[in-house]
């Protein structure tokens, strides 16, 4: 028999993400490489960091892509160093599985610091974020379908007729 992994919860790495991600995301590495194996993604659902930046991170969920557009780009851009620091080290870094920035933003210098110290993988593509949770979601859902295998062997089926062209007339 064949082991029964339907209790497992589904996961890949950020790695396999990026290596197997669709086309249009075209995605690149900024920072954090070195967690690129190590984080991984449980869930298809994706979420925006905005009010977690603010200080209202009680609902970052472990395991999902973390997406940061232009809002939250200006957001830290309009804080000094220090506080920026202080917004992204009160994220829980630890459940994050990645962030995602998108539209080509260039990140504050802080968020790539903090993410090379904490090997967390910063992504960047240059596709707006609605279309990014769309894309991604959608991605992830194939990703963490159920799947099953079957082996098996075809026997070969041999079907005959008899035709008798005598009696209906010309074919």
């Known amino acids: 028999m064949f082991p029964d992994?339907?209790?497992?919860?589904?996961?890949?790495?950020?790695?396999?993400?990026?290596?197997?991600?669709p086309v249009k995301l075209d995605v690149e590495v900024l920072a954090g490489e070195n967690?690129?194996?190590?984080?991984q993604i449980v869930s298809s659902r994706i979420q925006k960091l905005g009010l977690a930046l603010a200080e209202f991170s009680n609902y970052i969920h472990a395991g999902r892509?973390?997406?940061?557009?232009?809002?939250?780009?200006?957001?830290?851009?309009?804080?000094?160093?220090?506080?920026?620091?202080?917004a992204l080290n009160n994220l829980d870094l630890d459940k994050i599985s990645c962030v995602l920035i998108t539209k080509n933003l260039e990140p504050p210098l802080e968020i790539e610091t903090i993410?090379?110290?904490?090997?967390?993988?910063?992504?960047?593509?240059a596709q707006v974020s609605s279309e990014i949770i769309n894309l991604v979601s959608n991605h992830l859902l194939k990703?963490?379908?159920?799947?099953t295998n079957l082996h098996?062997?075809?026997?070969?089926?041999?079907?005959t007729r008899r035709v008798d062209f005598g009696r209906f007339g010309h074919w």
Do not use: C, H
């Open 143 to 147: 990703v963490f379908a159920p799947q």
């Open 65 to 86: 892509i973390q997406i940061v557009g232009q809002s939250e780009i200006s957001y830290l851009e309009q804080l000094e160093s220090e506080r920026r620091i202080e």
């Open 35 to 39: 967690g690129l194996r190590q984080k």
């Open 152 to 159: 098996g062997v075809l026997m070969g089926i041999v079907w």
């Open 115 to 125: 993410a090379e110290e904490k090997n967390l993988p910063v992504l960047r593509t």
């Open 5 to 21: 992994k339907t209790n497992e919860e589904p996961k890949i790495s950020v790695a396999d993400f990026v290596k197997n991600a």
